[in-house]
């Protein structure tokens, strides 16, 4: 069975421009969750989406946006980049909602903005 | 809310050691407890969880980890350790089920060097 895949794996943004990941999840699986990864903060997360909504939100600000599809692919959208977005952004998709489902991570997008 | 600290952000160890990663956390509420870990370049996968039980749990890789309510820690420990252990591993907390709020908190992560 094919893992958790995100593309691009690397992505080079200038401040103030937008950037689109996406995310497809393990077949199968409905839930999908996403995390922001830097050293300063370690790893943060970002929203959880089931069944095509959103599920639970981190304290992200409004530029970071995203959505699923019918089938469970998974984009985020961040608008109006800055320095500090740049991270590894990992994209986490599960069966079912909850801390009782195992979460396989994919192998991330690493945006850099300059 | 819910908060987890990783006493030590870097642990260096001989290869066929034992080591021990800390782990404390802060909750609120219950939680269930995971011990993810990290290769360069790669995703995190899953090493083991504590969500009822037993005090004492094995994962992948021969980790394993006890939970300690009262001091409300739970250490990772590997009796012997491989050259290819040298990752990044990370303690998360989750709450149990609360109106669907299953938001993990993680660690800072420990850098686990081992040296041959």
């Known amino acids: 069975k094919a893992g958790v895949t995100q593309t691009p794996r690397y992505l080079i943004k200038t401040r103030g421009q937008q950037v689109t990941l996406s995310c497809s999840p393990i077949?199968?699986?409905?839930?999908v969750s996403w995390y922001q990864q830097t050293p300063g903060q370690g790893l943060q997360f970002l929203f959880e989406?089931?069944?095509?909504?959103?599920?639970n939100k981190g304290n992200f600000p409004g530029r970071f946006s995203g959505r699923q599809f019918s089938n469970s692919r998974s984009e985020m959208n961040v608008s109006t980049l800055e320095l500090g977005d740049s991270a590894l952004y990992l994209c986490?998709?599960?069966?079912?909602?909850?801390?009782?489902?195992?979460?396989?991570f994919g192998p991330g997008t690493r945006l850099t903005v300059l | 809310a819910q908060s987890v600290t990783q006493l030590d952000s870097q642990v260096p160890v001989f290869e066929e050691a034992p080591v021990e990663l800390r782990c404390n956390y802060s909750?609120?509420?219950?939680?269930?407890l995971f011990w993810y870990v990290q290769y360069p370049n790669q995703g995190l996968q899953l090493l083991l969880k504590?969500?009822?039980?037993?005090?004492l749990v094995k994962g992948i890789n021969g980790f394993e980890a006890e939970f300690n309510k009262s001091q409300t820690s739970f250490h990772l420990r590997k009796p012997s350790v491989h050259i290819s252990d040298t990752a990044e591993y990370f303690c998360?907390?989750?709450?149990?089920?609360?109106?669907?709020?299953?938001?993990?908190?993680f660690g800072r992560g420990t850098s686990l060097i081992v040296h041959p």
């Open positions: 989406y089931f069944s095509e909504t959103q599920r």
């Open positions: 077949s199968g699986h409905r839930s």
């Open positions: 504590y969500l009822s039980g037993s005090t």
């Open positions: 986490a998709s599960s069966l079912d909602r909850g801390p009782l489902n195992e979460q396989f």
């Open positions: 909750s609120s509420v219950s939680v269930y």
């Open positions: 998360a907390v989750s709450p149990h089920a609360s109106g669907g709020s299953y938001i993990p908190t």
